[in-house]
């Protein structure tokens, strides 16, 4: 199928909301002021007008190694592949269940020939492979490059495991939330606690659910989507999520337009105005986001030759293509009929594209077994005669922390260097989702916050090859120098 018959009626019906959805929103720097304070992101402001376009910067000083973000996720998925290897809250990804429940169901789950990465590597499109881990500096390797071979147990030991029968010694030290029901009856979506499950109830999973109180439109139709992007690229998910985000939130401002009539939304005469105000206003934080058609920034694989880029690309316009079919049967909701266009469709992917940042949270089962293997020489061969048997049958696999794609508001915001003074990386405290930035080196009150997109640690003519994916010609020092 080629350019010419993919084809979407939505994007000639509401071309001019289209329009006005895609167009630069205006003003950005309102709407960041109240989002850091909302978050309390204490000495630092974003700035629209800084010297590269918009940008965070230091309204304190940060000494080495200071926390000077927490980013809470704006939209982030869980990869699909990822789901059989780690039980995590739905919402903010933390783990769940207990240390004995999550060898159990891994083990359970691998007997039935399901599997897993041993690896928990970047997939996203910046390439911090090592940034999201825990105090080790180890390339984005949870576990050992060297594969061990494992050694199954009897069903009934990984269900005596799995159901309470079988305490693990020093588990309680590492105690996990109880899961917590998604309230819709899907079975699936499951959370830490109440809170996140009704947080997330409220922000995506009412529509997404394909229990029996979903509000989708075609449970069948949403499990073909589902089934559709786990097969192909689970970032459609996220792109779901941003839609049902949306039409959430438009449903709500309406209501509460309609039950106060001095809403604080600048309303103009008319159904259509009054559609399209609304729409506007609960569209922002996705607005905020730099966006591109997605078939368009995808970076061209090594592996295809330049001249079949037009073919790739096509490829996977196509493939979004059958993606929103696919979710338009689902949950198409017809006053919010324009975030079902193929064009916004398309920049919804692209925003997670260029933004997204690797969603990763370290397994504590993998603290657990270094903690056993830490022990002193007698407590420690005690409780191996326990734990040793569950290893064995694990593997290297232990050590799989929960992976997954994001978007961050304000990590976004934050500009590339080669020479970046901040990183992402994830401290002993942080057990959910949430970005961390952290200073690289001291950062004086006006200092831009600078991360890096790439592997900074190649030569200048590769970091100049990985960042034209972003639109862009670095001019940080490093390049300046570097450069021929």
């Given at each position: 199928?080629?350019?010419?018959?993919?084809?979407?009626?939505?994007?000639?019906?509401?071309?001019?909301?289209?329009?006005?959805l895609?167009?630069?929103?205006?003003?950005?720097?309102?709407?960041?002021?109240?989002?850091?304070?909302?978050?309390?992101?204490?000495?630092?402001?974003?700035?629209?007008?800084?010297?590269?376009g918009?940008?965070v910067?230091?309204?304190?000083?940060?000494?080495?190694?200071?926390?000077?973000?927490?980013?809470?996720?704006?939209?982030?998925?869980?990869?699909?592949?990822?789901k059989?290897?780690?039980?995590?809250?739905?919402?903010?990804?933390r783990?769940?269940?207990?240390?004995?429940?999550?060898?159990?169901?891994?083990?359970?789950?691998?007997?039935?020939?399901?599997?897993?990465?041993?690896?928990?590597?970047?997939s996203?499109?910046?390439?911090?492979?090592?940034?999201?881990?825990?105090?080790?500096?180890?390339?984005?390797?949870?576990?050992?490059?060297?594969?061990?071979?494992?050694?199954?147990?009897?069903?009934?030991?990984?269900?005596?495991?799995?159901n309470?029968?079988?305490?693990?010694?020093?588990?309680?030290?590492?105690?996990?939330?109880?899961?917590?029901?998604?309230?819709?009856?899907?079975?699936?979506?499951?959370?830490?606690?109440?809170?996140?499950?009704?947080?997330?109830?409220?922000?995506?999973?009412?529509i997404?659910?394909?229990?029996?109180?979903?509000?989708?439109?075609?449970?069948?139709?949403?499990?073909k989507?589902i089934e559709?992007?786990?097969?192909?690229?689970?970032?459609f998910?996220?792109?779901?999520?941003?839609?049902?985000?949306?039409?959430?939130?438009?449903k709500?401002?309406?209501e509460?337009h309609?039950n106060?009539?001095?809403?604080?939304?600048?309303?103009?005469n008319?159904?259509?105005?009054?559609?399209?105000?609304?729409l506007?206003?609960?569209?922002?934080?996705?607005?905020?986001g730099?966006?591109?058609?997605w078939?368009?920034c995808?970076?061209?694989?090594?592996?295809?030759?330049?001249?079949?880029?037009?073919?790739?690309?096509?490829?996977?316009?196509e493939?979004?293509?059958?993606?929103l079919?696919?979710?338009?049967?689902?949950i198409?909701?017809?006053e919010c009929?324009?975030?079902?266009?193929?064009?916004?469709?398309?920049?919804i992917?692209?925003?997670?594209?260029?933004?997204?940042?690797?969603?990763v949270?370290?397994?504590p089962?993998e603290?657990?077994?270094?903690?056993?293997?830490?022990?002193?020489?007698?407590e420690?061969?005690?409780a191996?005669?326990?734990?040793?048997?569950?290893?064995?049958?694990?593997?290297?696999?232990?050590?799989?922390?929960?992976?997954?794609?994001?978007?961050?508001?304000?990590?976004?915001?934050?500009?590339?260097?080669?020479?970046?003074?901040?990183?992402a990386?994830?401290r002993d405290?942080?057990?959910?989702?949430?970005?961390?930035?952290?200073?690289?080196?001291?950062?004086?009150?006006?200092?831009?916050?600078?991360?890096?997109?790439?592997?900074?640690?190649v030569?200048?003519?590769?970091?100049?090859?990985?960042?034209?994916?972003?639109?862009?010609?670095?001019?940080?020092?490093?390049?300046?120098?570097?450069?021929?």
């Amino acid at each position: 199928m080629g350019d010419d018959v993919i084809t979407c009626s939505l994007d000639l019906e509401h071309s001019e909301t289209i329009s006005a959805l895609l167009k630069p929103p205006s003003p950005q720097q309102e709407y960041f002021s109240e989002l850091v304070k909302a978050r309390q992101c204490r000495g630092l402001e974003v700035k629209t007008d800084g010297e590269y376009g918009k940008g965070v910067y230091a309204n304190s000083d940060f000494s080495e190694g200071k926390l000077v973000l927490k980013d809470q996720i704006l939209v982030g998925a869980q990869h699909s592949s990822n789901k059989v290897d780690c039980l995590v809250c739905s919402y903010c990804f933390r783990f769940i269940g207990s240390i004995e429940l999550q060898i159990g169901r891994k083990l359970y789950l691998q007997n039935l020939g399901l599997s897993a990465s041993m690896k928990c590597e970047s997939s996203s499109s910046y390439e911090e492979n090592d940034s999201l881990m825990t105090g080790n500096d180890n390339g984005g390797s949870c576990s050992s490059s060297e594969p061990k071979e494992k050694v199954p147990l009897h069903e009934e030991v990984i269900e005596s495991l799995m159901n309470g029968g079988i305490v693990l010694p020093y588990a309680k030290q590492f105690s996990l939330p109880s899961s917590v029901q998604c309230s819709g009856g899907c079975g699936e979506a499951l959370y830490c606690s109440k809170f996140c499950a009704e947080a997330d109830w409220e922000s995506f999973h009412s529509i997404l659910c394909t229990g029996e109180r979903s509000k989708s439109s075609c449970r069948e139709a949403l499990l073909k989507f589902i089934e559709h992007a786990n097969d192909t690229n689970d970032i459609f998910i996220l792109a779901a999520k941003a839609i049902s985000f949306t039409i959430l939130r438009y449903k709500k401002l309406k209501e509460s337009h309609l039950n106060n009539r001095n809403s604080s939304v600048e309303l103009k005469n008319g159904t259509e105005s009054l559609t399209l105000t609304l729409l506007l206003e609960v569209w922002k934080p996705m607005s905020m986001g730099y966006k591109k058609r997605w078939w368009e920034c995808v970076a061209l694989p090594k592996d295809v030759d330049c001249c079949h880029e037009a073919s790739f690309r096509s490829q996977l316009k196509e493939l979004a293509f059958t993606s929103l079919q696919l979710l338009k049967k689902a949950i198409f909701d017809k006053e919010c009929a324009p975030l079902f266009s193929l064009e916004i469709y398309g920049h919804i992917i692209g925003m997670f594209e260029l933004n997204n940042l690797d969603l990763v949270v370290e397994s504590p089962v993998e603290n657990y077994f270094l903690y056993i293997d830490d022990l002193p020489y007698s407590e420690k061969e005690e409780a191996e005669k326990t734990t040793r048997p569950f290893l064995d049958a694990v593997g290297d696999e232990y050590s799989v922390c929960c992976e997954g794609s994001a978007f961050f508001p304000l990590q976004a915001c934050m500009n590339h260097s080669c020479v970046p003074n901040a990183k992402a990386f994830k401290r002993d405290e942080d057990r959910d989702g949430q970005a961390t930035i952290i200073a690289l080196r001291p950062i004086s009150k006006g200092d831009e916050v600078t991360i890096s997109y790439i592997k900074e640690d190649v030569s200048f003519e590769e970091r100049k090859a990985l960042l034209a994916d972003y639109g862009f010609k670095c001019i940080c020092p490093k390049c300046l120098l570097e450069q021929p």
